[in-house]
């Protein structure tokens, strides 16, 4: 599969000067691109059996190819994600690195004013990045150093007044390398696709549901399956079923954005292939956030909640905890890459956050949450601190987020830099495995130039 991929990605890169392709007709060719270097740096970290403080530099490069011949469109992006100077390269993961990759190479077509009052018909085939609504559950990583692909179709349907309904049927990149001394080498390795992983389903999205806002709703079948001699999974099978609503903000104007999700299905507890015992899943997740912007002064206040639900017993046979699939988490819950501490998952998080914006020229972000365990019992995010007895309590602590991000050089250059302080609550203080490393504390910069 992996040189399909190069095959294919090459093919579309040349196929607008392929003499076959109708003689008489204009293709309008366009080549962009980006460069991000990023800076991290996490102390106190909360890692079980990792060093207590760490930094990385990783790079991004990406080159975008797209050309452009009436209805029809082929396009692709050429990634390089790389990581260097870990101290601990257990600290490394696909999310990190992922060098030399063809992230996408599709071919897209529209078709307009299809229906009285116009519409449109539309199909996109080969690799894709694709955020669904939100990008809470399928998205685009917008901080994380590599990001989310799908190989497959999607096709939509849109009314003139823009509602819309979208079908799709793709198989998640598998990205490789995921062994620790090749991240750590920076090794060229093409992602994996396959059919023993797949999505599937149905996004809809209204702006005449209700006046004044975006209502959207989603069905998503995720079906996974071992691949013998390849890959060990939890064999997941599950069906999410989704709706947001949301109201954009505006000066002098309430806005509001809920999203929630209920899921069911089946799946294992481990990817052990010793473990062969199905757990019904019965989960969901809820994001929700009404905020002012004050009249012509840039400022919006609000506040946030965010719940996962968790498991909250093992060996029931039944599965609580929710899986966020493949949705980015950096807008709701804090940085990715090597903090990645609050996940979508086993949590209760009440906030408040302030955003100022100056006009687009530059913008401020401070964003306070409250963190709690929605179960007890169960590992908290992705990190592995866990109580199986409960008795370390459910409450967290409290994170508190900042960014700013300030154009150098107008659409050219721009600056970012965040910080993080997660003060620990008595889950932390008191669970078996924690670190007992103290207060984590992590920040990043990040220098993007853009031609």
Known sequence: MKNISVVC????????????????????????????????????????????????????????LQA????????????????Y???????????MVNAVEPIQYFVR?????????????????GRFTWPLGSGRIIGRNGYRNTVFTFMGARAHVQSGDGNRLDAFWMMPGQIRPNDTASLEDNEVKH?????????????????????????????VWLQEDDTPGKQESQDR?????????????????????V??????????????PLDVQDQKVRAGFLHAEVGYSLIDTGWNVAATYDFASGDDDPNDNRSGLFDPIFGPIRGDLGPTGLFTMVHRNNLSAPGARVLYNAGGSWDLMVHWQAVWL??????????????????????????????????????????????VSFQNGEFFRNAPNATGNGDPFFAYSALTFTF
């Open 9 to 64: 990605a090459l093919a579309i890169m040349a196929s607008p000067a392929i003499p076959a392709v109708a003689a008489d007709d204009d293709w309008s060719v366009g080549l962009t691109g980006a460069q991000r270097t990023l800076y991290e740096y996490i102390d106190n970290s909360f890692r079980p059996g990792r060093t207590d403080d760490e930094a990385l530099v990783s790079f991004r490069t990406n080159l975008v």
């Open 68 to 83: 452009t011949n009436g209805n029809w469109e082929l396009g692709a992006e050429l990634m390089d994600s790389r990581t």
């Open 85 to 95: 100077d870990a101290d601990d390269p257990r600290n490394l993961t696909p999310g």
């Open 109 to 125: 077509y529209r078709q307009q004013d299809v229906f009285d009052g116009g519409g449109e018909l539309g199909f996109q085939a």
């Open 191 to 219: 992602d994996r696709f396959s059919d023993d992983l797949w999505l599937g389903g149905f996004f809809a999205e209204s702006p005449t549901l209700i006046s004044g806002v975006t209502s959207r709703g989603y069905a």
């Open 237 to 257: 099978s599950l069906v999410t079923l989704g709706a947001q609503f949301q109201k954009k903000r505006a000066s002098g104007k309430w806005d509001f954005d």
């Open 259 to 272: 999203e929630g999700a209920v899921q069911r299905g089946e799946r294992r507890e481990t990817n052990s």
């Open 374 to 419: 929605d179960s007890a019992t169960d590992a908290f995010g992705r990190i592995g601190v866990r109580d199986i007895s409960g008795s370390s309590g459910t409450f967290a602590g409290h994170q508190i987020q900042m960014r700013a991000r300030v154009p150098l050089v107008e659409n050219k250059v721009r600056l970012e830099i965040g910080a």
